[in-house]
């Protein structure tokens, strides 16, 4: 009923930059919060970036100064901007969303997109 597709991963030197966006479609009813996850070989999925729908936003602190996650309300679409990039941020970055659906409207649930692999070589 959700359909959430990353794109922008990639392969970057340390210091460079990328963007991810991440779309959702679907029977959606609302969103509460959009956002980023990440997991790299061997660790356990960790929060990158939250918005939510009224734009306040949460970082992890590894990212904070280095990250900027943004939304487009009218598109159902977040963006995660990583600039500095670390080789320590490589990792599979998964968007999530929490929201409703227009069939599943007593309350929100989770989902998740399929990964973009991020790589950042020293």
């Known amino acids: 009923q959700v359909q959430l597709v990353e794109s922008g991963g990639g392969l970057v030197q340390t210091g460079g930059s990328l963007r991810l966006s991440c779309a959702a479609s679907?029977?959606?009813?609302?969103?509460?919060?959009m956002g980023w996850y990440r997991q790299a070989p061997g660790k356990q999925r960790e929060l990158v970036a939250n918005i939510i729908s009224g734009g306040s936003t949460i970082y992890a602190d590894s990212v904070k100064g280095r990250f900027t996650i943004s939304r487009d309300n009218a598109k159902n679409t977040v963006y995660l901007q990583m600039n500095s990039l670390k080789p320590e941020d490589t990792a599979v970055y998964y968007c999530?969303?929490?929201?409703?659906?227009?069939?599943?409207?007593?309350?929100?649930?989770?989902?998740w997109g399929q990964g973009t692999q991020v790589t950042v070589s020293s």
């Open positions: 679907g029977s959606i009813f609302s969103i509460a919060v």
């Open positions: 999530k969303m929490r929201g409703r659906t227009w069939s599943l409207s007593s309350r929100d649930y989770d989902y």
